[in-house]
């Protein structure tokens, strides 16, 4: 049901104004209320991270498998930000864990490629398939093993993943690679050479080293990428193998 109106809603989701939210719900306001362009309340509550606005929305009825603009799906929306606490009240309401959105991603294919690893827990633990693989065809162990997640890698391995020997293949290889330099290579093919780039290493998982690049144009950020460096870690555990591992 597409339901544009009050635009009240949406201006309190936006703002993150849960008593005006709740306000508004109890006064007739439609939990599928959606903005001029489609987007969902619920869409935008999930890419927000809100989860006590997700939560009141859900509690009032809203759906937590409708696309918003028949594109999105707010559990992959949720996935791709790296927002744990609004993906587990989404699955809480019946949210599908393999749900598909527009273009072939799921919840588990943004996860993984992004090395949420409370996240890929949390789905599988909700049964999403370990095996279900992204819209260029890559398992996702093989892409968890690309991202140099071991806390991703590790989930997928306890829930039975498969293409162990693929992946070790992938973590193997980027071993042997600048991980910086690779992202850079990334970013030019894109946005063409001759920038400016910024680059910076943190921790995103215990253990590991994150490397963020990013593209300057006038000395601004324009565009950027990261990737975590767990891959000797993850080299140990696909060699080991993991609890539920076959080798696929």
Known sequence: ???????????????????????????????????????????????????????????????????????????????CGGHTEVVQALLAAGATADLEEEYGFRALTWAVQLGHADIVRALLAAGADPDLPGPGGRPPLVAAARRGSPGCVQALLTHGARARREALAEARRWLRLDVAAE??????????????????????EPGTVTVEVTLLRDGRPAAGNDQQTGHAVIVGLLVAGGPGTTEG
């Open 1 to 79: 049901m597409d339901t544009h109106e009050p635009p009240e809603l949406i201006t309190a989701v936006h703002e993150g104004d849960e008593d005006t939210v709740v306000r508004l719900l109890r006064s007739g306001a439609s939990p599928e209320s959606a903005d001029a362009e489609g987007q969902t309340a619920l869409y935008l509550a999930s890419v927000g991270d809100a989860p006590g606005i997700v939560r009141l929305l859900l509690a009032a009825g809203a759906d937590p498998d409708r696309l918003s603009a028949d594109a999105d799906a707010p559990l992959c929306g949720a996935a």
């Open 183 to 204: 992202l850079r290579a990334g970013l030019e093919a894109t946005h063409g050479p001759g920038h400016a780039y910024d680059t910076r290493r943190f921790e995103q």
